[in-house]
């Protein structure tokens, strides 16, 4: 993402903290990269465990305490640490959060960071946080990872393999709901550039409808998969009139800790 000065600062103070159990995610991993659309006023550290928690939060204190940086806690509970770090006129919030294990790819290891969960595991997280939520911010990111990470119709599908108290169907009709942001709500957002709300609308409109369309032209024992194609070496929204096989694209699934696709054999 655009990340402030501090906010870089306090990523490469804690790198050595992370691994791939405690990783950076939320909205600021997913716009780690300079060229990207919106600030993001905190940072979420998530952790496979509730006693990783615990121990990311001893960690990270200790090297953030050594750079001269102070740690006021705001909120402390099991697999849950909030807190306000600062020095002398900046600032920023840290969530340290207990997370499911559940995920499509390992975390991904950054200069910067150290460990960062994958792209399309936090664009998937992004539909789901959207679906509970009416936040303008993600609608600003749904429609960023949309574009740059993989189509919403793709996200939607795999989505339900890390919730399956949603069908892709039923997932769509609650995000139907949402998008219905104000003018004066996308103001209060720090972003990098403008946004053109009109434009955006018609887009998140544009791409429900692709959504329906591909979550009925599925089988339904590949609900809840991602799509990998070995020829381009990324996840794709596979041709709905070609089979799998002719596109060398396989069903790739999630499971605790996140698996790396295999190539299709020639």
Request: aromatic share 8%.
């Amino acid at each position: 993402m655009p990340l402030t000065t501090f906010q870089r600062e306090i990523l490469a103070v804690v790198a050595e903290s992370r691994s791939p159990d405690s990783y950076l995610a939320g909205g600021a991993a997913i716009h780690f990269s300079p060229n990207s659309i919106r600030f993001s006023n905190d940072l979420d550290f998530f952790h496979d465990s509730t006693e990783r928690v615990a121990t990311a939060f001893a960690d990270d204190s200790r090297l953030l305490e050594s750079a001269g940086i102070t740690i006021s806690i705001e909120l402390s509970q099991p697999g849950f640490i909030r807190a306000t770090v600062a020095r002398d006129s900046e600032s920023t919030r840290i969530d340290w959060a207990h997370d499911s294990a559940w995920r499509f790819m390992p975390p991904v290891r950054d200069e910067l960071g150290g460990y960062v969960l994958h792209e399309v595991d936090l664009a998937i997280n992004k539909v789901l946080a959207l679906a509970g939520r009416d936040e303008p911010r993600d609608f600003v990111d749904i429609l960023y990872v949309h574009e740059h990470v993989l189509p919403v119709a793709a996200l939607i599908w795999a989505a339900v393999g890390k919730d399956p108290g949603f069908s892709p169907l039923s997932l769509i009709e609650l995000l139907k709901r949402r998008g219905r942001v104000r003018p004066e709500e996308i103001a209060r957002l720090d972003l990098a550039r403008p946004f053109d709300l009109v434009s955006a609308r018609e887009a998140w409109s544009s791409a429900l409808e692709d959504a329906d369309a591909f979550a009925r032209s599925r089988p339904a024992d590949e609900t809840g998969c991602l799509y990998y194609a070995a020829t381009l070496d990324k996840f794709v929204v596979p041709d709905p009139d070609r089979i799998l096989d002719d596109q060398r694209v396989t069903p790739h699934w999630g499971r605790p800790g996140g698996v790396i696709p295999r190539a299709v054999a020639e």
